[in-house]
């Protein structure tokens, strides 16, 4: 049985994927994107590139809207970090959000990341997994 709040949603969509990981995904009348394995350079985009998009644009919009709120400039930036881990039958995603907001004090970016942490839906599906991190910071580590 479908969940009754899928009536009352604000917005809706559909990703198809009938191909697998090497081909096309896309979303309809909209983003088509060709997908490929991060294991081989066959050009495309792999399924951790769009974890690393969808988190650090939700991330940053709450964090935007956290900023308007709080009558601050804009200067939040958010990078995310997905690692592909494991072996055949048991593979995982390593999620590191790394959270910088230039314009304010390293307590009050810190205060922010936690609620924009907690607003953000996309944080919120990945909230509870030992594989998410969220961390502040003063200035952005290498990609690992």
């Known amino acids: 049985m479908m969940d009754p709040r899928w ?24 983003l088509n994107v060709k ?9 495309g985009t792999n399924p951790e590139q769009l974890m690393s998009l969808s988190l ?3 991330l940053e919009a709450t964090l935007e809207a956290i900023e308007r709120e709080r009558q601050l400039s804009h200067t939040s930036e ?6 592909f881990i494991g072996a ?4 995982e995603f390593l999620v590191n959000a790394q959270i910088k907001v230039a314009g304010v ?18 944080s919120q599906l990945l909230t509870g997994s030992k594989n998410y991190t969220v961390e502040t910071v ?7």
């Open 7 to 30: 009536h009352q949603a604000l917005y809706r969509t559909e990703g198809i994927n009938s191909e697998g990981l090497e081909g096309h995904a896309y979303v309809p009348d909209g």
């Open 35 to 43: 997908t490929s394995s991060p294991l081989n350079n066959h050009p």
């Open 56 to 58: 650090s644009t939700c």
């Open 78 to 83: 958010v990078r995310v970090q997905v690692a």
């Open 88 to 91: 055949r039958a048991h593979y």
């Open 105 to 122: 004090d390293f307590e009050t970016a810190k205060s922010m990341t936690a609620e924009a942490e907690k607003r953000c839906c996309v």
């Open 138 to 144: 003063k200035e952005f580590s290498q990609s690992k």
